[in-house]
């Protein structure tokens, strides 16, 4: 079966760091496109960044330079290195695998909730 298993989140003080993990099972990792979004409540769903399978990044703009996106190919995880937390990056992030064939599958996590306290 495939499962994204995301990790790493929790409470954590205004201005500290936090790194997400989200790894894959059941896919051809190298196939696939990482995300990482992310969901603060009352709020739609917004897209954090991205890494192709040749580490080809994007972020939202507002992000870039706070946060990095990172794979290892070898382990079938993506990563998501959160640095100057704020108040406003709580949220549930998730992950989602996106296949690079046309008309493939897509995938999410569960999530993992960020806390950042003032």
């Known amino acids: 079966q495939v499962q994204l298993v995301e990790s790493g989140g929790g409470l954590v003080q205004a201005g500290g760091s936090l790194r997400l993990s989200c790894a894959a099972s059941g896919i051809i990792f190298r196939d696939y496109v990482m995300y990482w979004f992310r969901q603060a409540p009352g709020k739609q769903r917004e897209l954090v960044a991205s890494?192709?399978?040749?580490?080809?990044?994007d972020y939202q703009a507002s992000l870039k330079g706070r946060f990095t996106i990172s794979r290892d190919n070898a382990k079938d995880t993506v990563y998501l290195q959160m640095n100057s937390l704020k108040p406003d990056d709580a949220a549930v992030y998730y992950c989602?695998?996106?296949?690079?064939?046309?008309?493939?599958?897509?995938?999410w996590g569960q999530g993992t909730q960020v806390t950042v306290s003032s």
């Open positions: 890494i192709t399978s040749g580490d080809y990044t």
């Open positions: 989602k695998a996106v296949s690079s064939t046309e008309f493939g599958p897509i995938y």
